[in-house]
């Protein structure tokens, strides 16, 4: 199972005690995955379509808590689909169906119905429901990456309006939602590891968060340890080469003019570096026989440079 199915998966037991986060739970799913149909005899009928079981339940059993309401939940077999299966849940009774509509406040007292259903910000007014509503939302159309490889979090609206709604409601609980436009659609995202554990929070989707904040401890633990190890590879290849040039250095003077052409003290580090090219310059000093510190070993492999240096130059003219 996917990342985003156990979240959902999670989140459709979830079931929350008090009626106006119900509500407005509903109200997002009808308004992010739902539509109102009327019939020629002027009745209504509330549906939404999924292609999650688990979601096709939470929505019967929200109906079923805050109105008493039994749906009718129907399940269809795509054939041209890989997943294959789509469930409608149905409110087909015109009262019930009024009813609900009043509730989430999509009716105008006249009994016109909002064209966009828009859910009127009275709905989800307590932080309570606005949690409720986030969730229903991303019940409805939304989605996560598997954390193991990136970090999106994501909720699909089909109007400006509705997706600047919902990034509101995200952004009050101080977190960074944007909005981008993908095809006809208006999508809601969070692109941030720790500001989708915070959102996991808010729906209250605790077992996933723990899962991702698990993910991401283990993640950071893995770049900082391999952080590490470039870190010391790139100083051993350090060490590696200035010893490389080193030897060909003292190699030169020894063709040119003789080891024992040099001051004892440099032909006796430089005698020990043809030796020892492998050694840290602390411990060739501490081979020495009157041992000398890292930098009195630097100062004379430097001095034996610059003599190679020098006679390179004679040579060219
Ligand atoms: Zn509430």
Redesign the pocket.
């Known amino acids: 199972m996917s990342f985003s199915s156990e979240v959902k998966e999670e989140l459709s037991k979830h079931m929350?005690e008090?009626r106006?986060?119900q509500i407005?739970e509903i109200a997002a799913m009808i308004s992010l995955c739902g539509k109102v149909t009327i019939s020629e005899k002027d009745e209504y009928a509330v549906k939404i379509h999924t292609e999650n079981i688990a979601v096709a339940k939470k929505f019967y059993e929200l109906l079923k808590a805050a109105f008493h309401i039994k749906a009718a939940i129907a399940m269809k077999k795509n054939v041209y689909l890989r997943k294959g299966k789509s469930y409608t849940v149905a409110v087909s009774k015109h009262e019930e169906a009024i009813q609900i509509l009043k509730a989430i406040k999509v009716l105008g007292k006249d009994g016109e119905i909002q064209e966009e259903m828009s859910i009127s910000n009275m709905v989800v007014q307590?932080t309570?429901?606005k949690r409720?509503f986030i969730r229903g939302s991303f019940l409805s159309s939304g989605s996560i990456s598997d954390p193991e490889k990136t970090y999106h979090f994501e909720i699909v609206c089909l109007s400006e309006e509705k997706a600047n709604q919902l990034k509101e409601m995200i952004q009050f609980f101080e977190i960074d939602a944007k909005v981008v436009t993908r095809k006809k659609y208006y999508v809601v995202y969070v692109k941030e590891g720790a500001m989708i554990v915070d959102l996991l929070n808010i729906m209250e989707a605790h077992v996933s968060l723990m899962k991702l904040e698990n993910v991401r401890i283990l993640k950071d633990m893995r770049n900082s340890v391999n952080r590490r190890v470039n870190c010391e590879t790139a100083n051993i290849n350090k060490t590696v080469s200035a010893a490389v040039k080193q030897v060909e250095d003292i190699k030169y003077i020894e063709k040119r003019i003789g080891l024992d052409g040099l001051a004892p003290g440099l032909e006796e580090i430089a005698r020990l570096r043809l030796e020892q090219p492998e050694a840290t310059l602390k411990e060739l000093g501490e081979m020495l026989q009157s041992p000398v510190g890292k930098s009195g070993v630097n100062h004379r492999l430097r001095k034996l440079s610059a003599i190679a240096q020098e006679l390179r130059e004679n040579e060219i003219t």
């Open positions: 929350s008090a106006h986060c407005a307590n309570c429901c409720s």
